[in-house]
């Protein structure tokens, strides 16, 4: 035993089944009872700057909120602490040379990079490894190892020789790191801690303090807290409290601990002190609980591998079980089938805590998007809580609003970038009116359907193509001028994304955060927890600009999303004062009345113990560096403590993004041991919150979905259609229902691929322009004038995969069309393109418009007309024509025999010849399929006639549904709305009501 244990009551631990904070400040309290001063006497040293909020809530928990003088309560322990405040003249302290600021030493570091054209790769490569490299500068400084000691880390009879190839590259901090920082007359945060410490340290062996110093909560894992710890204990009032030393492992057992078990660290500091376990005392608080054979048991289920054997002589006697189920009454496991699963049983757990007054309820799993669903699921009960654990800047909202609008300008203003930035809940348009609605109307009517030509001048162009094309409705003109507002407000930012050349990271940055400022405002962008994080980092890095490389707009970007990924943002304060969602490190002395431990899978909690980059094990183990296992010991610790409170939830999902997994090995051992015991491990799976979460959603009856028939009032029923809808009416019902009813239109995809529409759009153009050109002969040089239209309609398209792809077959089809065309110029001249027809078919005291448009009506030199229909897929014949299984040419001639199309001057006369001419470039290029003897067109038309008069009788019912596709066998090719109407669903009843229509 050290000397400095002589004296009594100097190192303590509270045992894991008390709460640490409760029973700390109890204690505290206890023996200050006399004199409400004494408190402002002491000074507690804590792990982190949370572990102080936590102590410090205590208190107050414990005075019932009533008034208190707090003891100092001071963080010694955080990693990314700015400033260390300590006990003593803080002149001395500042002798200490300042911090370098994570950014600053990142710049630094990706600056040397830069230089290594064997390691250099991009300046946002160049960055992330210098994120790499400081984050193992933050190692070594942590473990209070020389940085200098690296070059001769590799025995060249010991590694492999490409590990010097590593260390070469480390000369970065073993060799350049030091000077640069010696020039700026910087240090690095790490190493600052550890020369605060030891300066406290030093002062106060030289002068003890006279008042009272505790170290509560640490487990002196980095070393110079560990020589502070050791000075505490010479201190006339310094003491320590542990978190947790396990009293009931065995002396063989706690000599076979290594760094993946539980009590590893505390292992190392009592090694550190000179102490061994009987030199702790119990922290004296005999109004707490404590659970002694819970304790025992999970300290038995962790013992260290090579003392697993003794589990075999257990004696599973009455009394050992009793005690083992007593120790557990409380510990419930449920294992889930999926994460989403796991997420809701959590939020029912935590639902129902809230119907015990004043219980809290604290959720701690390493995984946050485990985390990110509970959150969603528990607004199911309009319940907010957020993951206390934070998450990156990128993630949040004003994250993502920085980025999306960097990401518009990087895109060249693309459609899918454009809208994502518009319809961000913190884009307001600045002083445009109506902006929300104009944004609307610009999605809807010119950023949907084919990708336009890059930035404003394209969309503005797509608008105009719009306001011409005779097949859409014109734009809202508050869309143009919408784009015309937006141009000017895009100019600078823009202009330096489609710069070829380079400019500094300040003048992006700088043209960035105005031009984010002049799309919101102020109070969206810079208020609340995630707006003042935002506005620190960004003032941070305009300070540190300088430090950057000149770039291009898709380094900046990246380097922006790279800075943004590694800066934290966690809520001040918890949105819910009874439920709250940790990580480990957040959970450490929390106070809750019940625990939920989640995701106890293998690779989550634990995490792997992963791979070092720079070195291996041996080579750390060398150095000086920790095992890669401490990890795994830090969370076993962090397990033990959840697992040993009063009531503990342990939860895991058996399957993550459709794997199986694999339960945590502390679920593994624990059901080992209660084996073991002659137990089951049914005796900790519980079911209750599962038959809850089975009958959250669960309706008293399910029936299927029949196939719908709504029976719209004949005042909203449509009393017009063009003959091309005819097919959809007799096929599907409900889709016209749907469109002309509802009024549902579909809306074109975003950056659409190009698809059958647009190729037979682009085709009736091309021909559309050939035969005007060509009314009467076909020329000698016919082919080339084909090819000549068609490359200057592709070139008007501006997509060159669709001309690479589609163009040959263009060739294909030209010869085709041209070699026909003449042989069909000896009997037939074309009259007219795309022509519009109409007529009226009278039903009782209603009238029905049908309408159409002929791709072109040609005329026979014996004077009667022939119908011809472009098509670019399909297959069609004369029987289906005649049946009306293809009723749309036999309705145009239907219309022609009505005088419908009287405005070209059709009049009296009727139609001969009814034919598709199927253009698809295969082989052959093209065919056509006609009805052109007397007898089979007149009854085409006269079976169309008699159908659509039929038709519009029969839906003239209000009594008539629309239904669902009346028919399966006979569905139509293309359904808009088949999602609307569950086709799927309902489809497997086998019903057919056809019949009931026609």
């Known amino acids: 035993m050290s000397a400095i244990i002589h004296q009594n009551d100097k190192i303590f631990t509270i045992p894991p089944t008390k709460s640490f904070a409760d029973s700390f400040t109890h204690k505290l309290l206890k023996e200050t009872e006399d004199n409400v001063f004494a408190l402002t006497q002491y000074l507690i040293l804590l792990p982190t700057r949370r572990a102080c909020r936590i102590i410090r809530e205590s208190f107050l928990r414990q005075t019932e909120g009533k008034p208190l003088l707090l003891p100092r309560l001071q963080a010694i322990g955080d990693i990314d602490e700015d400033e260390l405040l300590i006990g003593f003249n803080g002149g001395e302290a500042l002798e200490c040379p300042p911090a370098i600021s994570a950014v600053r030493r990142q710049a630094y570091l990706a600056q040397i990079i830069s230089k290594l054209p064997d390691f250099s790769k991009s300046p946002a490569h160049d960055l992330a490894l210098a994120n790499a490299l400081g984050q193992l500068l933050d190692q070594i400084y942590t473990e209070d190892l020389d940085i200098a000691a690296l070059p001769s880390l590799v025995d060249t009879d010991k590694f492999a020789k490409h590990w010097q190839v590593t260390l070469d590259f480390l000369k970065i901090i073993s060799e350049h790191w030091p000077k640069i920082l010696n020039e700026i007359g910087m240090i690095d945060i790490a190493d600052r801690r550890n020369r605060l410490l030891n300066k406290l340290n030093e002062h106060w062996v030289n002068t003890p303090p006279q008042y009272t110093v505790i170290a509560a909560g640490t487990t002196g894992s980095i070393p110079s807290t560990t020589k502070l710890l050791k000075t505490i204990l010479t201190l006339p009032q310094g003491r320590i409290v542990l978190p947790g030393l396990d009293p009931h492992i065995d ?189 609307r109307l610009l999605d809807k009517q010119v950023l949907r359907g084919l990708k336009p030509e890059a930035n404003f001048d394209g969309l503005i162009k797509k ?364 009997k037939a001249t074309p009259y007219v393109f795309e022509e519009k027809g109409s007529i009226e078919i009278k039903n009782g005291g209603t009238t029905f418009t049908l309408s159409g448009r002929a791709d072109r009506i040609d005329k026979f030199h014996d004077g009667n007309y022939a119908i011809i229909d472009y098509k670019t897929g399909g297959s069609f014949s004369g029987k289906g024509m005649i049946s009306g299984q293809y009723p749309q040419l036999s309705l145009e001639g239907y219309i022609l025999s009505e005088n419908g199309f009287g405005k070209a001057g059709i009049n009296d006369e009727r139609a001969v010849n009814l034919s598709y001419w199927l253009l698809n470039g295969a082989n052959p290029a093209g065919k056509t399929t006609a009805l052109h003897k007397e007898n089979d067109v007149s009854q085409a038309i006269e079976n169309a006639e008699i159908g659509i008069k039929e038709l519009v009788s029969i839906f003239q019912n209000n009594d008539t549904p629309y239904y669902a596709i009346p028919n399966l066998d006979n569905a139509p090719r293309f359904n808009d709305y088949e999602h609307l109407s569950r086709v799927k669903e309902w489809a497997a009843l086998g019903d057919d009501v056809q019949g009931e229509i026609l």
């Open 251 to 439: 002396d063989n057992a706690w000599s076979n601990i290594d760094e993946s078990h539980p009590q590893s660290t505390l292992k190392n500091l009592l090694n550190a002190l000179e102490l061994e376990r009987s030199d702790i005392k119990t922290w004296p608080d005999n109004d707490a609980h404590r659970n002694n054979e819970k304790e025992e048991f999970i300290s038995n289920a962790l013992t260290p591998a090579d003392n697993t054997d003794s589990w075999q002589s257990i004696n599973p006697t009455k009394k050992n079980t009793d005690n083992i189920g007593h120790a557990l009454c409380n510990t419930h496991l449920y294992e889930c089938n999926t994460l989403q699963e796991e997420a809701t049983l959590i939020s029912l757990i935590m639902r129902e805590s809230l119907e015990h007054k004043e219980k809290i309820t604290a959720v701690i799993t390493p995984d946050r998007t485990l985390a990110k669903r509970i959150t969603k699921a528990c607004k199911r009960w309009d319940i907010i809580v957020d993951d206390s654990a934070g998450k990156s800047l990128i993630q949040s909202a004003i994250g993502s609003f920085i980025l999306q609008s960097g990401k518009v300008c990087l895109s060249h203003v693309s459609p899918i970038t454009l809208l994502s930035f518009l319809k961000h809940p913190f884009n307001t348009g600045g002083k445009f009116k109506d902006f929300r609605k104009a944004v």
């Open 463 to 826: 608008y105009n193509d719009v306001l011409t094309d005779k097949y859409q409705s014109d734009p809202n003109p508050i869309t143009l001028d919408l784009l015309h507002d937006l141009k000017p407000k895009f100019e600078e930012l823009l202009s330096l994304f489609e710069d070829n050349n380079t400019h500094y990271f300040s003048k992006f940055l700088k043209e960035h955060i105005k031009f984010i400022e002049n799309f919101s405002t102020q109070e969206l962008l810079w208020q609340g927890d995630e707006g003042e994080e935002a506005a620190k980092f960004l003032s941070e890095l305009l300070e540190e600009s300088s430090l950057f490389p000149k770039i291009n707009g898709h380094d900046y970007l990246s380097i922006l999303a790279q800075l943004m990924s590694q800066k934290s943002v966690r809520p001040k304060y918890g949105t819910h004062p009874r439920l709250i969602i940790l990580g480990q490190l957040e959970a450490r002395l929390i106070h809750a009345d019940r625990v939920i431990l989640a995701s106890l899978n293998e690779g989550t909690w634990p995490e792997d113990s992963g791979f070092d980059p720079w070195m291996s094990r041996p080579m750390r183990q060398d150095f000086g560096l920790p095992p890669l296992e401490r990890g795994i010991g830090l969370s076993a610790n962090d397990f033990v403590h959840g697992f040993c409170k009063k009531e503990v939830f342990l939860t895991r999902s058996k399957r993550v993004d459709s794997s199986p997994t694999v339960p945590s090995r502390w679920l593994q051992r624990i059901d080992t041991l209660l084996k073991a015991y002659g137990l089951s491990g049914d005796i900790i799976r519980k079911t209750e919150f599962l038959h809850y979460l089975e009958h959250l959603d669960k309706t008293d009856k399910v029936e299927p979905i029949k196939r719908p028939a709504p029976t719209p009032d004949l005042s909203v029923r449509p009393n017009k259609l063009s003959v091309t809808a005819i097919d959809t009416w007799l096929k599907d019902p409900y889709s016209i229902y749907a469109k002309y009813v509802l009024n549902l239109k579909t809306l074109e995809p975003l950056e659409k691929e190009w698809s059958a529409i647009e190729k037979g759009n682009l085709l009736h153009t091309i021909l559309e322009r050939f035969n005007k050109n060509n009314k009467t002969d076909i020329p000698n040089n016919a082919f080339d004038q084909f090819i000549t239209i068609a490359k200057e309609e592709f070139e008007i398209q501006g997509d060159e995969n669709i001309k690479e792809f589609w163009f040959s077959k263009i060739y294909k089809i030209g010869e085709w069309y041209i070699n026909h065309e003449k042989s069909w110029r000896d």
